[in-house]
């Protein structure tokens, strides 16, 4: 074996290392965007409830409070 061939072998071994690397991180990333779309819509549905809610509130109170109104 001379210099040329164990070079060879060890920029292979790098190129190997370094292209996993890459894959690693493109797999990482995609889950990682997965994952904050799906926590993202569970916190928005949350926030919808939430404001469903109020809304809910604030006609039950217009509807008593039109309903004070109307009954002077």
Known sequence: MNTQDIWSIAGAIIASIGGAGVIICA????VCNRIAKHL??????????EL???K???ER????????????
């Open 27 to 30: 797999v990482s990333g995609f």
């Open 40 to 49: 993202d819509a569970k916190y928005e549905q949350r926030l919808n409830k």
């Open 52 to 54: 469903e809610k109020y």
């Open 56 to 58: 809910v509130e604030l």
């Open 61 to 72: 109170n217009r509807h008593i409070t039109k309903t004070q109104f109307d009954k002077d």
